[in-house]
Nanobody
Framework: QVQLVESGGGLVQPGGSLRLSCAAS????????IAWFRQAPGKEREGVLC????????YYADSMKGRFTVSRDVTKNTVYLQMNSLKPEDTAVYYC???????????????WGQGTQVTVSS
């Protein structure tokens, strides 16, 4: 059974950093692409970035390039989203999702985590 569990969210001041974790079980990270999405109150879920099975990265928004990076630890079967220079507009629930290939379309995801709240506020 494919399962994803996010952690690491919280309250951070503008300009601060957070690292989110997405622990995978039921499969290995080379079997699926892992994407990060976020959803702010009253807004649609939007793609943040995606790590391909090969380890390459696709960003879904220019605003995140240079601030957000993704990495993985195959020994822990975990993908990390490092978020730096956070802004209030980054406030959202962040989700990781597994799919056969990277896609910005949430419908293409096979499995979702439960989400973790990130709040950027002073």
């Amino acid at each position: 059974q494919v399962q994803l569990v996010e952690s690491g969210g919280g309250l951070v001041q503008p300009g601060g950093s957070l690292r989110l974790s997405c622990a995978a079980s039921g499969f290995t990270l080379d079997a699926y692409a892992i994407a990060w999405f976020r959803q702010a109150p009253g807004k649609e879920r939007e793609g943040v970035l995606c790590m391909w099975r090969s380890g390459g990265t696709t960003y879904y928004a220019d605003s995140m390039k240079g601030r957000f990076t993704v990495s993985r630890d195959v020994t822990k079967n975990t993908v990390y989203l490092q978020m730096n220079s956070l802004k209030p507009e980054d406030t959202a629930v962040y989700y990781c999702a597994a799919s056969d290939y990277c896609s910005v379309n949430p419908i293409a995801m096979r499995s979702w985590g439960q989400g973790t709240q990130v709040t950027v506020s002073s």
